[in-house]
């Protein structure tokens, strides 16, 4: 199926875009599915969950900002395919489908258990 995130007719990078404003065409783009892992990459096939990226944005070694890489950038991508797919598929259930939310992520993130054991509250007043 054809992506309803990004058309790589234009030969843009997504991520060139939407971190840097970069417009520019890209010589080699690669296919990026926004919702991998066990089953989810046929399934964003079906639903059209993929962007273009150039080379330094999608492959491990690219550098900093390679979604496959950085956890922050996946998550990001996640979420605008999430957002894509409510609005083109507006009577299906994303969570159902792909069996989580990741518009909740953030949430979740912010409550992770430090890795000396010790969780930080949103509320706590560390001054006393």
């Not at 970069?22 to 096939?45: A, W």
């Not at 949430?107 to 992770?112: G, R, S, T, W, Y």
């Amino acid at each position: 199926m054809k992506s309803i995130m990004h058309s790589k007719a234009d030969r843009t990078c997504y991520l060139c875009m939407l971190l840097h404003n970069n417009y520019r065409g890209q010589r080699v783009l690669q296919e990026h599915h926004v919702i991998f892992g066990t089953g989810n990459r046929k399934l964003s096939d079906k639903y059209g969950l993929m962007v273009y990226l150039c080379p330094g944005h999608h492959l491990a070694s690219g550098g900093p900002e390679a979604v496959h890489r950085n956890q922050k950038i996946r998550l990001m991508l996640a979420k605008k395919g999430q957002q894509a797919f409510e609005r083109e598929y507006p009577n299906l259930s994303f969570r159902e489908i792909f069996g989580i939310n990741y518009l909740d992520q953030e949430e979740k993130e912010e409550k992770k258990e430090e890795p000396w054991g010790f969780f930080l509250l949103e509320d706590e007043n560390v001054d006393g």
